[in-house]
């Protein structure tokens, strides 16, 4: 199993700021997605965090909205840029390996809020 | 491509009752199926998960879920409800573990 870390684990901010979600994991896994959760609503993924080189991102998500790093295997950031109140979701890191025993880890999630 | 359906968004139960929350599946090749619990203010943790070995799945805290391919279906069920079981629940498909396609989640509330 992996045990994945989030921060910060909860923020308020202002309209047209950023900010950057941390994720790390305690183990090597070959697969790290961005997950976004808004209230009383199912798990949307945002992109796959793909090591040393763009992410892949999903239907309706755009890069300069949400920057994501993966610079390790262990290790990927998530940016909300230029935050607007429809922003306020929690965000969700998951980790894991592919294949036939292939399971997704999730972090505990950060929960912001965008006044 | 891959979806998972669950039926009905809210579920409540006495303690003590059979605990069943249904999922269906779409998926074009033999699929990846996944139950997982969200606790409030949680992230996802993993109940079980079927990957075509047994078609009936034990988990954690007393649940299990059976795999039945003719219904496309992976429902999940527990014998006897506790209070600790109050949560979302989220059935997820995955086609060779490298997707993984979330339901839109049943909460469940037990009622002393």
């Known amino acids: 199993s992996a045990v994945i870390s989030q921060k910060p684990s909860r923020d308020i901010c202002q309209r047209g700021t950023s900010l950057t979600i941390q994720c790390q994991v305690d183990?090597?896994?070959?697969?790290m997605f961005w997950y976004r959760q808004q209230p009383g609503q199912s798990l949307t993924l945002i992109a796959t965090a793909n090591q040393g080189s763009e992410a892949t991102y999903e239907s309706g998500f755009v890069i300069d909205k949400f920057p994501i790093s993966r610079p390790n295997l262990t290790f990927s950031t998530l940016t909300v840029s230029n935050m607007s109140p429809e922003d306020s979701s929690i965000y969700l890191c998951?980790?894991?390996?592919?294949?036939?025993?292939?399971?997704?880890?999730f972090g505990e999630g950060s929960r912001l809020t965008v006044l | 491509a891959q979806s998972v359906t669950q039926l009905g968004s809210h579920v409540s139960v006495s303690e003590g009752a059979l605990v069943l929350l249904r999922c269906n599946y779409s998926?074009?090749?033999?699929?990846?199926l996944f139950w997982y619990v969200q606790y409030p203010n949680q992230g996802l943790q993993l109940l079980l998960k079927?990957?075509?070995?047994?078609?009936l799945v034990k988990g954690i805290n007393g649940f299990e879920a059976e795999f039945k391919k003719s219904e496309t279906s992976f429902h999940l069920t527990k014998p006897s409800a506790h209070m600790s079981d109050a949560a979302e629940y989220f059935c997820?498909?995955?086609?060779?573990?490298?997707?993984?396609?979330f339901g839109t989640g049943t909460s469940l509330t037990v009622i002393p």
């Open positions: 997820a498909v995955s086609d060779s573990g490298n997707q993984f396609y």
């Open positions: 079927y990957t075509s070995a047994a078609t």
């Open positions: 998951s980790g894991g390996t592919s294949g036939v025993l292939g399971e997704l880890f």
């Open positions: 183990s090597q896994v070959t697969m």
């Open positions: 998926s074009s090749v033999p699929p990846y």
